[in-house]
């Protein structure tokens, strides 16, 4: 069964520091990998995804890598500002197994101004 | 852009009632997935349709049941509710397969459950 984790749980940095979360899944046998950023009680907003042929996404300050093989995603924001504040979400959607995501438990990331 | 459209927004209900929630897929969407996240918890799979058809199962409890129908929107029916049922329920959308690769799941805002 495929398991995802983020590290860190919890992140809280000053404003304009460039920052990296980490995903990590246990079956590398997966069609893509997406974030997501969730604000308290809100939806899901996906942010980048990244096929399982290729090695890195790029949107503004985000940029996403991904290490098929050894089962790893970075998902790094340049220039942090406070409105970044949220809980972002690593997900997989994986070859075998059902057919939704699995995702991780989230880094809750805090940009202090 | 259109979005994935949900409604109800929020309900609240009694345990052993039902609930339906729908959902609206991004127009020209073919495939709509389900999914269950509690209180701090990461959302969890619960049911997919690809073509009107269900296309998978996750961890969707019996009491619950879901169709697609002719418009590709989807309900998800939750019969003998009970306090665990709680949770923000979503919706996502994505235009399946496409060029051999699966495609973004565009989320939703979900309905948030409450039972009482």
């Known amino acids: 069964k495929q398991e995802v984790t983020q590290i860190p749980a919890a992140l809280s940095v000053p404003e304009g520091e460039n920052l990296v979360l980490n995903c990590s899944f246990t079956?590398?046998?997966?069609?893509?990998l997406q974030w997501f950023r969730q604000d308290p009680g809100k939806g899901l907003t996906s942010l980048l995804l990244?096929?399982?042929?290729?090695r890195e996404q790029t949107s503004g300050r985000l940029n996403a890598s991904l290490d098929k093989s050894s089962g790893r995603s970075t998902l790094y924001i340049a220039a942090s500002q406070p409105g970044d504040s949220a809980t972002y979400l690593c997900?997989?959607?994986?070859?075998?197994?059902?057919?939704?995501?699995?995702f991780g438990k989230g880094t809750h990331l805090i940009i202090q101004p | 852009a259109a979005g994935v459209i949900q409604s109800p927004r929020h309900l609240i209900k009694e345990k052993r009632e039902t609930a339906t929630l729908k959902c609206y897929p991004i127009?020209?969407?073919?495939?709509v997935y389900w999914y269950q996240q509690g209180p701090g918890q990461d959302p969890q799979f619960l049911i997919s349709?690809?073509?009107?058809?269900?296309?998978d199962k996750g961890s969707i409890p019996d009491r619950f049941s879901a169709q697609q129908f002719s418009d590709y929107h989807s309900e998800l029916n939750m019969s003998s509710l009970e306090l665990g049922d709680s949770a923000l329920y979503f919706c996502?959308?994505?235009?399946?397969?496409?060029?051999?690769?699966?495609?973004?799941?565009?989320f939703g805002p979900g309905t948030r459950l409450l039972v009482l």
């Open positions: 996502a959308s994505s235009p399946g397969l496409a060029g051999g690769r699966w495609e973004t799941q565009y």
């Open positions: 079956d590398s046998a997966i069609y893509n």
């Open positions: 990244i096929q399982s042929s290729q």
């Open positions: 997900a997989v959607y994986g070859e075998g197994g059902a057919d939704g995501l699995t």
């Open positions: 127009p020209r969407h073919d495939t």
């Open positions: 349709f690809y073509e009107k058809m269900q296309s």
